[in-house]
């Protein structure tokens, strides 16, 4: 009975990456996740292998207490760093875990101390491994999101060199544990993963963070993949494979859009070498042209079509709402209304798809960098609403910057922008924009919701 539920769990879990393949779907998608992870707990709490359920239906309430709180409080703009500090846990759980197997492997039926068998020495050496760069590696980027650390890449003189002499490192020290089985091999393991998890995610640069997201994920999958053939736990197995693949292709997909090499993410540091030989946009150094709410409105309601780029400052000023109505006004004058999509834009992949989907716009407004790229030529105007970084044309014409090589969308052709902004602040990869000081830019400083209030009363 215990193996059917599990694997109708997973086939809850399949179902459930399924679902979140697409915002048409994403809510069923969750709705089978929940189902999957409520059965897959049930299931374990029903085995007759459980002694006592004192300490396990007390963690069971502290961390379910905390999850909701933590669920209730936190902001949209907040969810990438709450991603980060998740797969932290997983990756903290599966290092305390393979301790536990570690000093205790009778519990858990793999041997005694000191005469472990080999291959789940080999399981729990690399599930712990994997689980202490997780930890570090997404409490690093944890500080990059929260802005507790710069989001620039910290490089120094012989990184990757010294990351390839860690990698050795910790592979010596697997094979030397599986002979020694030493309690200071073990603990050795866990150091040096940990400082191998801080040194791949420090060198990689805030305009990247949404892959590093992307990534932890898949890190913490296998971690979990790992601690579950310890535990002789076929569905952690099958789950942390599943988190641990999905991850991985999702990486893949966007590293391809943003024109980044899928090993160099994996083993960090990608962005880095661009980063050191500067970074300032090499366009006109003028004065940005500014205009009021009304002269948007006027470009806006006189417009043929219209392509609104959201981004974080959107996020962080909470303005889907106001850029909904908008849309919604323009749509009644005739104009055409799309959403422009960068695969990073936000902090997190989807970032701006939930948001949007937040204020109801509806899915077929909203397309993606490449299905709307080549529109913005024969567009009249441009909207957009604190997408930085991902509008630069730095990205193509600028072969210091840290974005150059990433696709970008070319707002820069439309034939006019509207950039709203607070200022002419750098973004979050601490670059400058030239796009501010184009002849077809006007810049509309000020908070982003207010700003589009202001135009929705003028239109």
Not at 43 to 71: D, E, F, K
Not at 137 to 165: D, M, R
Not at 302 to 322: D, E, F, K, L, R
Request: include cysteine.
């Amino acid at each position: 009975m215990t193996a059917f539920l599990y694997l109708a769990a997973s086939i809850c879990f399949i179902l459930a990456l399924r679902g979140l393949s697409s915002p048409v779907t994403a809510r069923k998608g969750n709705m089978f996740a929940v189902s999957g992870m409520a059965l897959a707990i049930g299931t374990t709490l029903a085995s007759p292998h459980v002694q006592s359920y004192g300490m396990i239906i007390t963690a069971l309430m502290a961390g379910g207490i905390v999850g909701t709180v933590i669920a209730l409080k936190i902001k949209m703009t907040a969810l990438p760093q709450l991603v980060a500090a998740f797969h932290s846990l997983v990756g903290l759980a599966a290092v305390l875990v393979a301790a536990a197997a570690f000093y205790a492997p009778e519990a858990y039926g793999i041997g005694v101390q000191g005469n472990i068998a080999t291959a789940s020495l080999v399981e729990m050496s690399l599930g712990v491994a994997i689980g202490a760069i997780t930890f570090t590696g997404s409490i690093i980027a944890f500080g990059k999101l929260q802005e507790l650390i710069t989001g620039k890449p910290l490089v120094f003189p012989g990184q990757h060199p010294l990351n390839a002499l860690l990698g050795l490192a910790l592979a010596g020290l697997i094979a030397a544990l599986i002979t020694a089985q030493s309690a200071a091999l073990f603990w050795l393991i866990v150091a040096v993963s940990l400082l191998l998890g801080a040194l791949l995610i420090l060198p990689i640069g805030g305009a990247d963070m949404p892959v590093v997201i992307s990534m932890l994920n898949s890190y913490s999958g296998w971690a979990a993949c790992g601690i579950g053939f310890t535990l002789h736990n076929t569905l952690l197995v099958i789950t942390g494979a599943l988190v641990g693949s999905s991850g991985a292709i999702l990486s893949y997909i966007m590293c391809k859009a943003m024109n980044r090499g899928f090993l160099s993410v994996m083993l960090g540091g990608f962005g880095a070498e661009a980063a050191t030989g500067g970074g300032k946009a090499a366009g006109p150094k003028k004065s940005a042209k500014s205009g009021s709410a009304e002269d948007a409105a006027f470009l806006l309601k006189n417009a043929g079509s219209v392509i609104i780029v959201p981004g974080y400052g959107m996020a962080v000023a909470q303005a889907q709402h106001a850029v909904r109505e908008m849309g919604d006004l323009l749509k009644k004058a005739g104009v055409n209304v799309r959403y422009a999509i960068h695969p990073v834009a936000g902090r997190m992949p989807g970032h701006m798809n939930v948001l949007l989907a937040e204020a109801n716009v509806s899915y077929d407004e909203v397309f993606e960098l490449d299905d709307i790229n080549r529109d913005f030529a024969s567009t009249d105007v441009a909207y957009v609403i604190g997408a930085n970084d991902v509008t630069n044309p730095a990205g193509k014409s600028d072969p210091k910057s840290p974005i150059y090589g990433m696709p970008i969308l070319d707002v820069e052709a439309s034939k006019t922008v509207l950039f709203v902004k607070r200022s002419l602040a750098p973004g979050y990869a601490g670059i400058d924009n030239e796009l501010f000081y184009r002849d077809n830019t006007m810049m509309l400083f000020g908070d982003a919701k207010k700003v589009t209030e202001e135009i929705v009363k003028a239109l």
